[in-house]
């Protein structure tokens, strides 16, 4: 049911784990949902030098956050922010469509320890676009 | 290790029903002679089954399956009995097949009354008595739940529906086979029972109707099963699910002592090498092959995934196994936080399971456990 992608990013998932002294700290999710992303930041000259994470969550989930550590790590504040859930799937190699939803924690979590950060260096926080989380099957193949 | 899932056709079993696929093929309804040898091995079967659970012959209905006579006993009964009530009693934690139907009857119009039950997953058969009403028309309480393995007082709540004269259904697709079960004793009017649950074909099942029930068909068309069961009779299903309830039943005292022992091995082990689990279910009032164990701070299918790896089969309330939001209604109606409920694996001990299986699932679940522990934020640490 999972590309092998997911599975690898799953089972050996990277960046787990914290950051000391984090310069931006996001959480997402609840314990209702099944699944809660925490994210940390460790950012010089607006770039992200390291991000660590940890996900309660189902495998989509964790894979996801695993990915999307890959993906932020290195690069400008600005670059961080523009990554969608959908480059998540992408970088996946795609996620079932019941899945799709779980990919979301990852982005809504990048959102939040941004603005985690920009709060701390007194910048005002970038609007968080709150995307449906009541319907688990999302915009990828609708007509 | 998922055996509540479904089970695999025993070879026996095969070898029973493979004479009715092709050499034995004729359809029962036919007047030649191979037609009636068809009508003589469903006779025989019906009387085998009527055996197994204590009711008459002709008391025993074919059907597809667990569902289609959950559905029969459900729409049938209420439907029959529309001019006398409309009520009807059912619990929180029946399988879908009652729940769903029950709530497309309450949307035409039968109100419905959910029980709920304690923290073990059992019903206060006081608590039937009082939600009977003038018009309750049926009682419908499963007889063993699916999930977490719990068995119901059926006896006291069959006893309950005949002293207020309103029949009572009993969905028994978990415990058939299993446990024994007494339609007489039990004063069940009505039971459903499915084959795949006792190493017997899928897409094959049993209602039992006492004679006297009341109760509308649900398919309409040819004459069979006496004119309340419509279709050509699936000939070599019904040859599998006799066969393999007698041998079920036949073997039913020594195989459940036995899988009651790896059951008590592996609920024993799990709570013992895991810190922070919870066995879900009642500790000795549960199926012989069911262990439903929640581990805190971890969810159900990334558990699922990883034993999958190790080449075992296990299943989950998680709502992220099902695509839905919710986790298991059962585990929330004995009172499991989200979290927890979340968390949950279910191993189902069946007829081929081993000591040996048991000491592949405690020498992986640990670990596994621990691994998404590791990644998990709230999980507050070894020490603690």
Known sequence: M??????????????????????????????????????????????????KFQTFGCG?????????????????????????????????????????????LAEEGIHKAINNYRIRNNLPPLPEEKRNDEDPTPAVDQR | ???????????????AMRPYFSSRFGNPSSIYRIACE????????????????????????FTSGGTESDNWALQGVARANAKKGSHIITSAIEHHAILHTARYLEKQGFPVTYLPVDNEGRLDPGAVEDAVT????????????????????VQKIGSIAHDHGIPFHTDAVQAA????????????????LSAHKFNGPKGMGVLYIRTGTKIDNLLFGGGQEKKRRAGTENLPGIVGLA???????????????????????LIAGLLETVPYSRLNGHPTERLPGNVNISFEFVEGESI???????GICASTGSACSSGSHDPSHVLLAIGLPHALAHGSLRLTLGHGNTEKDVDTVLEAVPGIVEKLRDISPLYPGKEK
């Open chain 1, 60 to 104: 989509a989930a964790i894979a996801s956050s695993s990915m999307a550590t890959e993906l932020i790590k290195g690069k400008t504040i600005e670059e961080a922010w523009a990554i969608t859930n959908e480059a998540v799937v992408t970088a996946l190699d795609g996620l079932p469509p019941e899945k799709v939803h779980c990919s979301l």
């Open chain 2, 304 to 310: 699922l995934l990883l034993l999958d790896q190790e």
């Open chain 2, 38 to 61: 068809s009508r003589d091995v469903i006779e025989s079967s019906r009387e085998t089954v009527a055996k197994a659970i204590g009711a008459d012959a002709d008391e025993i209905f």
């Open chain 2, 177 to 192: 086979g299993h446990i024994p079960l007494s339609v007489h004793d039990d004063a069940i009017d009505l039971l459903s």
């Open chain 2, 134 to 153: 003038d018009t309750t028309t049926l009682i419908s309480i499963m007889t063993a739940n699916n999930e977490i393995g719990t068995i119901q007082q």
């Open chain 2, 1 to 15: 290790m998922d055996n509540a899932a479904t089970t695999p056709v025993r070879e026996e079993v095969a070898e």
């Open chain 2, 243 to 265: 066969t393999a309830l007698d041998i079920a039943v036949r073997d039913q005292e020594k195989e459940s002592g036995e899988i009651r022992k790896l059951r008590d091995r």
């Open chain 1, 2 to 51: 999972y590309s092998e992608k997911v599975m690898d990013h799953f089972t050996n998932p990277r960046n787990v784990g914290e950051i000391e002294d984090p310069d931006g700290v996001g959480e997402v999710g609840n314990p209702v949902c099944g699944d809660i992303m925490k994210i940390y930041l460790c950012i010089r000259d607006d770039v992200i030098v390291d991000v």
